[in-house]
Structures are given as structure tokens and as C-alpha cells.
């Protein structure tokens, strides 16, 4: 699949990229090889390959313990809004 000028257009305009006019064909070009190969790899064969119960199966992860480390400090916050209820901050409705 090849990108076209508009198709880099409407991707930087979703992304909210600015992209220079000289760097339009640079991008289309780099997304455009990007696309192919992930089409190249979803066209490779599957058929006979076992899935994976686990990636670290003879391994050992190392996990820190499930501590605290910092203390509660809710109320403190909670006392500058303008409206809580509940332990929660009441805002206005803004959907009707």
C-alpha cells in the first residue's frame, strides 16, 4: 500500500503534527514502506506455531513488594475544592 500527499496530510492533521511541505514525500515514503511490512508479516504462516502459556515460563521474575510508599494525603488536598462529597469532588454538569 502506497501513501498518497493527502494520506500523510490526514494523519499529521490527526496527529497534530506539523510536517513541513518539503517533508511530505520523506513520510509517505517511511509510512508507506512501514505499512508493507506489516503487511509482509501478517501474510507469514501461523499454522504451526504453539502459543506461548507464558513469555518467562523457566524464569523468574524479580517484582518488588506490594508496599505503600507514600502516605495518604487526600483530606489535605480535598480541602481546596470548592465542593466534595464523599471523599470525591463534586464538578459541574458540563453534558446536558
Keep these: 500500500m502506497t501513501l498518497t500527499r493527502r494520506d500523510v496530510e490526514n494523519i499529521a492533521h490527526l496527529a497534530r503534527l506539523g510536517i513541513e511541505e518539503q517533508e511530505l514525500p520523506v513520510y509517505a515514503g517511511s509510512l508507506s514502506r512501514i505499512i508493507e511490512f506489516v503487511e509482509q508479516l501478517a501474510s507469514a ?52
Design 45 to 96: 504462516s501461523t499454522d504451526d506455531v504453539e502459543p506461548m502459556a507464558h513469555p518467562l515460563e523457566d524464569q523468574v521474575q524479580r517484582l518488588r513488594v506490594d508496599e505503600p510508599t507514600e502516605t495518604d494525603h487526600r483530606e489535605r488536598y480535598q480541602q481546596n475544592a470548592p465542593q466534595v462529597e464523599a471523599g470525591l469532588y463534586i464538578v459541574p454538569k458540563v453534558i446536558e
